[in-house]
């Protein structure tokens, strides 16, 4: 009888970590879906807070309301349209009842949003961001990732693998310091930002496709939206490279560069 019950708890046991394992799958799945279904815009420039990213201020803001360690994750869309209002902000995974309202009051609490930059205009676009733990005991620090994605009319060959390290990096025409010579040559100091004595280092990342031409490309960390259109517009004007090869094929590379902008 013993034994019987042994082995029954084994298959109750089992029964459980494969109904763990659906449920998480619907939940990833439904959070995919659900992203794929938002009206989506490419941006170049993310929407900023003052002097520092959304994702930053909104790790700060959280850190300082949350008492207890995070166990999970929470994904929330934001829908911002091109004069920086935040719309229509939506909870696409839940992380609990408290998170959730805390981080909807952080969200409605900002004001002065800049919005999202492509090709030198402000444009709408959905936000999504993923809001996760990162293990630190002493400030109980809040990780937050913005999700970049787009819509299948301006997708450029999402569907392919992109690669950081391959068997042969993709290459300029005439080696590295010719492209940066290239981008130093043809870069307009911003005259406004010349006049204010606005400095430093815009920090970009792109993918190089299959074709040799750049692609994905988006600021990461810029200390001025001058500074950062106009990296944008000298690397967007160059010449194409020789794309990256792995097993004998052309590929999708990502590379982040620094443009440092000095008076």
């Keep these: 009888m013993l034994k019987y019950f042994k082995l029954k708890s084994h298959y109750l046991i089992i029964g459980l970590l494969y109904l763990s394992s659906i449920v998480k799958a619907q939940t990833i799945d439904t959070v995919d879906t659900k992203v794929q279904q938002l009206p989506n815009r490419n941006y170049e420039i993310p929407p900023r807070f003052k002097d520092v990213s959304l994702n930053n201020y909104l790790s700060n803001n959280l850190a300082a309301k949350i008492t207890t360690p995070l166990t999970a994750y929470c994904v929330v869309n934001m829908f911002i349209d091109s004069t920086g209002k935040i719309k229509n902000t939506q909870i696409l995974k839940s ?13 409605r609490s900002i004001h002065g949003l800049k919005p999202a930059i492509y090709l030198s205009h402000n444009v709408n676009v959905n936000l999504v961001l993923n809001i996760v733990e990162r293990t630190d005991s002493v400030t109980n620090a809040i990780k937050i990732d913005s999700w970049k994605y787009y819509p299948t009319a301006e997708a450029t060959d999402t569907t392919e693998k992109i690669f950081t390290l391959i068997e042969k990096a993709p290459e300029y025409p005439g080696g590295w310091q010719a492209y940066y ?56 004007s160059a010449p194409a490279f020789i794309p990256g090869i ?17 008076l």
Excluded: C, M, W
């Design 246 to 262: 792995q097993n004998g094929k052309p590929v999708r590379v990502q590379f982040t560069i620094p443009i440092t902008f000095s």
């Design 181 to 236: 010579n290239y981008l130093g040559e043809n870069i307009v100091y911003p005259q406004k930002a010349k006049q204010n004595n606005i400095q430093g280092k815009v920090i970009l990342t792109f993918v190089i496709g299959k074709d040799g031409h750049i692609n994905d490309l988006q600021v990461l960390s810029s200390p001025d939206d001058d500074l950062s259109i106009e990296a944008l517009r000298v690397v967007r």
């Design 95 to 107: 992380l609990s009842r408290d998170f959730d309202r805390k981080l909807l009051t952080t969200i």
